[in-house]
């Protein structure tokens, strides 16, 4: 299986504050997404990256920043942090080719007081 | 862009026997499905996927439908045991442009095995 890494695991911040969640993957794998989980709305796409250089709008971007300086890592910034945006980031890297599927990081929950 | 509904949102079976879960997806272009696996606490796992040149798939206990016509897919997991409790997902994407590089997620089945 893909191997995603994610830095840090838990994250305690304040209202107002800069936030950056650090995502890395070892399988040369194009494509980068950043979800975030809530009960009640399963996995929903924040950003994603075709690759190095390049950030698409997901489906609620609202709030957040990505930065994709390299093939192996892809960032998700929260500028102004709000508590709404507490929650479990998830990573993902993937080729949805014809051979390749997504695979998840671990995951890093965030709390914003 | 591509919706998935999922149902039922909670499953609750006796162990042994057969959990189905159902999807069903907009974009008649999506051609690819996958099923995810999440225990608490945890990432979600690829369990079992399936092409649209595919009308059936099985991985031991799992078995997963698609139906191109009906815009529906399946999964249903046979013999069921405690440790199939989980939270599961599915998935599409595919089509034209962007979609076909990200996968929209149904919100998931919470499926409770009971001894």
């Known amino acids: 299986e893909a191997a995603v890494t994610q830095s840090p695991r838990n994250k305690v911040a304040v209202t107002g504050g800069k936030v950056t969640l650090s995502c890395n993957q070892t399988n040369n794998h194009n494509n980068m997404y950043w979800y975030r989980q809530d009960t009640g709305h399963g996995l929903r796409l924040i950003h994603y990256?075709?690759?190095?250089?390049?950030?698409e709008k997901g489906d609620i971007p609202d709030g957040y920043k990505a930065s994709r300086p390299s093939q192996e890592n892809f960032s998700l910034i929260l500028e102004l942090a709000t508590p709404s945006q507490t929650s479990v980031y998830f990573c993902a890297s993937g080729d949805l080719g014809i051979q390749d599927t997504q695979y998840f990081g671990p995951g890093t929950r965030l709390l914003v007081l | 862009g591509e919706q998935v509904e999922q149902l039922p949102s909670i499953l609750r079976v006796q162990e042994r026997s057969s959990a189905s879960i159902n999807c069903t997806y907009e974009?008649?272009?999506?051609?690819?499905f996958p099923w995810y696996k999440q225990e608490p606490g945890e990432n979600p796992k690829l369990i079992i996927d399936?092409?649209?040149?595919?009308e059936r798939k099985q991985i031991q206990g799992l078995i997963v439908l698609l139906d191109k016509k009906a815009k529906r897919f399946s999964l249903h997991i046979t013999d069921t045991q405690p440790a199939d409790s989980a939270m599961y997902f599915c998935?599409?994407?595919?089509?034209?442009?962007?979609?076909?590089?990200?996968?929209?997620f149904g919100k998931g089945t919470l499926l409770t095995v009971t001894p």
């Open positions: 399936i092409r649209s040149n595919m």
């Open positions: 990256s075709y690759g190095a250089g390049s950030t």
């Open positions: 998935a599409a994407s595919g089509g034209s442009g962007g979609s076909n590089y990200k996968l929209t």
């Open positions: 974009n008649s272009a999506s051609n690819y």
